[in-house]
């Protein structure tokens, strides 16, 4: 009886062992620039999250909308990024030279719908002034305010 126990908590032991090998992901150690994109990132959906879209607006190029237009838009924003861990996760940072960066990131937004809604996506960051910043046409997607809307139309079955 007493091998049979061993020998059960010893298959139970080994079943185990490849299941958490598979599980566990190793990741090459980020480097110095890695961290910096990840950490400006990060603060620029802070910043957004908080509200504080003047210092926001500083972190973005590309748009031609004002300081106060930019807020307007991005306060009505049908989502904004969620809080703590489900932020960003399982980010990449793809490094394309020494000023242009790509994160690839699941993010977490809260929104029109209820808990959080999770976008994998890929964005696009640039070095200026020694920041990393984000293009608005970006931001605005992440907020889901892009400018293209699709339209449905309802057209009824035709008898014959």
Known sequence: MRRVSLLALLLVALSIIPAQARNRVV?????????????????????????????????????????????????SAPRKPACCWEKMQNAQVSLKGERAAAVRARLGFEGN???????????????????????????????????????YKYLPIQGK
């Open 27 to 75: 990741a090459r150690p980020a480097t110095g620039t890695e961290q910096e994109v990840l950490r400006d990132f990060e603060r620029i959906l802070d910043l957004w999250r908080d509200g504080r879209y003047a210092d926001l607006f500083e972190r973005t190029s590309g748009g031609k909308e004002s300081a106060e237009q930019f807020a307007k838009r991005l306060s």
């Open 113 to 151: 719908v209820s808990g959080t809604e999770f976008v994998t996506k890929s964005i696009k960051l640039r070095k200026e002034d020694g920041l990393w910043i984000i293009a608005q046409s970006d931001l605005y997607s992440l907020a889901n305010l892009a400018k293209k809307r699709y339209r």
